[in-house]
């Protein structure tokens, strides 16, 4: 992104916090058995200025969904991951596996696996590119996309991921993940730092240049940011759920 276009957009993000800044205090979370719509594969994450649910995909008909995570330091990354988590946990079609060099998160309680040092990081991914490559060798897995019980989507939290890619082994094996865990039903979500000028890191640029993103920016409390169907879409502003209690 240009400086001319930082600024631009800037300036659009400057007048959106202002048209948005006398919303209510932010919505607490629902059950989070209500998070997650099997019907479209999306979970809540928060809510539209008009009062609209804020959804991200985790899966659609031809497979899983990648989505990377932009934040400023405090913006309430944490906040939506802990929303996305337990929204996976609620439900019977998804297993959460977490990788996060920040360390132990409150929402780490929701990952059926969790690691928080670069080579349990490693151990993780090598064990989800052997299940991803064996589930593309399942004949039986054709037709339009649809987790089951029996076959969950594996949806992959990288916290902190300019750590975690310094190692060559995780940055390779994310990257076989994201070319190619669509079809696996795998997804891959990514957080980073950064908004406008994020240095270029592994994935970024190139496997994860159409993922679904999110922008999180720090104007208010809990969370404030943007949602975009890839990086060149039109970017809608939602505010984050208020975090649970505990």
Same mark, same amino acid.
């Given at each position: ?19 948005? #800044? ?21 979970? &809540?994450?928060?809510?539209? &200025? ?36 337990? #929204?996976?946990? &609620? ?9 996060? &060099? ?20 490693? !151990? ?5 590119? %052997? ?8 004949? !039986? ?33 994310? !990257? %076989? ?11 891959? /979500? ?5 908004? !406008? ?11 994860? /240049? ?37």
């Amino acid at each position: 992104m240009t400086s001319a276009h930082a600024a631009e957009h800037h300036a659009e993000l400057t007048r959106q916090h202002e048209e948005t #800044a006398q919303l209510a205090d932010p919505a607490p979370r629902p059950p989070t058995d209500q998070l997650l719509d099997t019907a479209t594969g999306t979970a &809540a994450i928060g809510r539209y &200025a008009d009062g609209r649910l804020a959804r991200v995909p985790l899966w659609n008909v031809n497979g899983a969904v990648h989505l990377h995570i932009s934040a400023r330091t405090g913006a309430g990354s944490s906040t939506l991951i802990d929303h996305l988590l337990a #929204a996976e946990h &609620a439900s019977p079609l998804v297993r959460s596996w977490v990788a996060d &060099a920040n360390g132990t998160r409150p929402s780490h309680q929701y990952a059926d696996r969790a690691t928080t040092t670069k080579d349990g990081a490693a !151990d993780l991914l090598l064990e989800a590119v %052997e299940l991803l490559r064996e589930r593309l060798l399942d004949t !039986d897995a054709d037709g339009p996309y649809a987790p089951t019980p029996q076959r969950p989507l594996i949806s992959i939290t990288l916290g902190d991921w300019p750590h975690l890619s310094t190692r060559g082994d995780v940055a390779r094996l994310a !990257d %076989e993940i994201a070319r190619t865990g669509r079809l696996a039903g795998m997804s891959l /979500r990514v957080e980073t730092w950064g908004v !406008d000028f994020q240095p270029p890191l592994p994935l970024v640029d190139t496997a994860l /240049r159409d993922a679904h993103q999110v922008v999180m920016t720090a104007r208010l409390t809990p969370g404030l940011g943007t949602l975009a169907e890839h990086p060149h879409a039109p970017a809608h502003l939602f505010r984050t759920f208020a975090p649970t209690e505990g």
